[in-house]
């Protein structure tokens, strides 16, 4: 009975070792997050990534949470923006992820 709750333990602590491991590892999703989101191919980029962080492990189901709630929002401003915007140069309608970078220029 001992020796089985002594191997218990070692796969416990194995697993614990190898979880920390995982999420001791930088999210590939952090780098496009920390450039800025600005466009669609930003946004597609940032959601591809974060699924695969997900899936690895690197990134906490929480934060897979919060970043999907956060990147509904702002498909919904640009939805609004498309919807009730006005028409920019060349008469389209400009679509714009993010008035600016995250260093403040245009």
């Given at each position: 009975?001992?020796?089985?709750?002594?191997?218990?333990?070692?796969?416990?602590?194995?697993?614990?070792?190898i979880t920390g491991a995982l999420m001791r590892a930088k999210p590939r999703?952090?780098?496009?997050?920390?450039?800025?989101?600005?466009?669609?191919?930003?946004?597609?980029?940032?959601?591809?990534?974060?699924?695969?962080?997900?899936?690895?492990?690197?990134?906490?189901?929480?934060?897979?949470?919060?970043?999907?709630?956060?990147?509904?929002?702002?498909?919904?401003?640009?939805?609004?923006?498309?919807?009730?915007?006005?028409?920019?140069?060349?008469?389209?309608?400009?679509?714009?992820?993010?008035?600016?970078?995250?260093?403040?220029?245009?």
């Amino acid at each position: 009975m001992q020796t089985a709750t002594k191997r218990s333990k070692r796969t416990v602590e194995a697993a614990a070792e190898i979880t920390g491991a995982l999420m001791r590892a930088k999210p590939r999703s952090l780098g496009i997050a920390e450039k800025g989101i600005l466009t669609g191919a930003d946004f597609a980029g940032l959601m591809s990534a974060l699924m695969s962080d997900l899936i690895d492990g690197r990134v906490t189901p929480n934060v897979g949470n919060a970043t999907c709630n956060a990147g509904g929002k702002l498909l919904k401003v640009v939805e609004m923006q498309y919807k009730y915007g006005t028409k920019g140069q060349g008469q389209e309608k400009k679509l714009i992820l993010a008035i600016s970078t995250p260093d403040g220029d245009s």
